[in-house]
């Protein structure tokens, strides 16, 4: 099976991989598609950047328009379950592409935005519904959705769903399902309770498998530097310095870790963007435009709001500070090298995360390759630039980092470069909502709507 055209898809969708410009499917979607044709449960062990979005939507899809039908007012008919809202919204991008000849309708629904406008799109059901579990059960119990038509259920990134604490919410939606529906299950990694959890959603399934479990992802080349957590800055910024960077996704453990991160980097000059969960919606959508659009080269952030980023391109991962979880790891060092491209990942190791490192080279079975401190390492970082200040609550000039970033270059005998107002110097997207109604007197460059005024 070599070509899209062998599955026997609808003229519709084959049309709209044409003109994507997909001509081999990838091995997930060789493994997974003619089951899936069939009707049959499947479930899938593959990492984002597999191909695994095609793998579930272009079946469904096909099945959509074989047999057309309304969904049900408050209804749908395929119901597909993410952790997050990022990926949510690339899914649905993904089935909208896909889908983008046929009438099918395809909505989301997750937290962070208005409800109001995710009820009324619901009212008069939807083909295909994308969603995070929170959401979904907030709707259901407002009374504006239902799921007893749902006829495809897909659960993606099922091992994050658990990392989560999503258990409790998918054992409740799973009552809510009919017990007739074709059920789809994918998990990058397949621990005990995860193929419990899929033992819970599926009827004799057809198990496919990209990569045996925890695999490091092919093609990625992984390096390591020993360093004290304090020194790590320093660190960063020489590998940003000497790196052939396009685009670096620079994890870190903690959201205040993201965050200092970034203060630092724009201290230096250098502009960064962090997400993670503590960043409003909006937040979280321009720092990924940002960075999708290569306005940003740089994204800082953590596991969970990293997971299921799909941005091609990424050259360069770093981790800042390794995971504790080894599985977290692969999904790190997957977000590069994908779609066929290589890939560097760089791991930044303190003292006490040694054993976190045995652990990870145990389950990947791989060694990363050892590369050594550059020379006059001890000045870069007595010479290390201050970060900007995190932002008080009490805006004002002295805050907007913009000024902060011209005030270090000043420092360091730069001519200090006055880029337009409205991108983000470091940090941050837009204003969050919530917080610019609590500061209504705030004045000074960058409070009008859209500008990014804060750092952190
Ligand atoms: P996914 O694992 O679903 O996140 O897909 C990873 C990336 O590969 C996405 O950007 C897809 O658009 C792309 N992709 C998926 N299938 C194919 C294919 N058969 N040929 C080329 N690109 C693909």
Redesign the pocket.
């Known amino acids: 099976m070599t070509s899209?055209n062998d599955f026997g898809l609808h003229a519709d969708i084959n049309r709209a991989?044409a003109a994507?410009?997909?001509?081999?499917?990838?091995p997930?979607?060789v493994q997974a598609i003619p089951p899936l044709m069939k009707g049959r449960d499947l479930c899938g062990i593959?990492?984002?950047?597999?191909?695994?979005?095609?793998?579930f939507s272009l079946p469904s899809i096909h099945h959509l328009l074989t047999y057309p039908h309304r969904a049900t007012p408050r209804g749908c008919r395929m119901l597909v379950l993410a952790p997050t809202r990022e990926l949510a919204a690339?899914i649905a991008q993904?089935c909208r592409?896909y889908g983008r000849f046929t009438k099918l309708s395809i909505s989301t629904v997750f937290g962070g935005v208005p409800i109001n406008k995710q009820i009324r799109d619901l009212s008069q059901g939807v083909d295909i519904l994308v969603a995070t579990p929170g959401r979904l059960l907030d709707l259901i119990d407002q009374r504006a959705l239902r799921l007893d038509d749902v006829e495809i259920f897909v659960l993606d990134e099922a091992d994050q769903m658990m990392d989560m604490g999503f258990i409790h919410s998918l054992r409740r939606i799973a009552k809510l399902l009919p017990s007739r529906r074709q059920n789809l299950f994918f998990s990058a990694t397949m621990p005990k309770e995860i193929a419990g959890l899929a033992d819970q959603f599926l009827n004799d399934p057809v198990t496919v498998s990209v990569a045996p479990q925890a695999t490091t992802a092919e093609k990625v080349r992984q390096q390591i530097s020993f360093v004290e957590q304090k020194e790590k800055q320093a660190l960063l910024h020489h590998v940003l310095k000497t790196e052939e960077i396009d685009r670096a996704l620079i994890f870190t453990r903690t959201k205040h870790g993201a965050d200092r991160v970034v203060r630092h980097l724009a201290g230096a000059g250098i502009q960064a963007y962090a997400i993670h969960g503590n960043k409003s919606q909006a937040q979280r959508t321009t720092a990924l435009q940002a960075f999708r659009s290569g306005q940003v080269r740089l994204l800082v952030a953590t596991d969970i709001a990293a997971r299921?980023i799909?941005v091609?391109g990424v050259s360069h991962v770093i981790n800042f500070e390794i995971p504790n979880v080894p599985e977290q790891y692969v999904h790190r060092i997957g977000r590069t090298a994908?779609?066929g491209a290589e890939g560097i990942a760089i791991s930044f190791v303190a003292p006490d995360e040694k054993a976190y490192l045995r652990d990870i080279e145990r389950v990947t079975r791989t060694r990363a390759e050892p590369v050594k401190l550059p020379d006059g390492f001890n000045e870069m970082v007595r010479n290390l630039p201050k970060p900007v200040q995190a932002p008080r609550n009490t805006g004002g000039k002295g805050r907007d980092p913009q000024r902060q970033r011209e005030d270090a270059q000043r420092r360091s005998g730069e001519k200090p470069n006055r880029g337009p107002r409205r991108e983000a110097p470091a940090g941050e997207g837009a204003q969050p909502q919530r917080k610019r109604r609590f500061r209504p007197r705030r004045g000074g460059v960058g409070a009008h709507k859209g500008a990014v005024t804060r750092v952190g």
Request: proline share 3%; glycine share 14%.
């Open positions: 899209f991989l994507k410009d997909y001509t081999t499917p990838t997930i979607q593959a990492q984002t950047g597999t191909g695994k979005t095609a793998g690339q993904s592409d299921g799909d091609s994908r779609a």
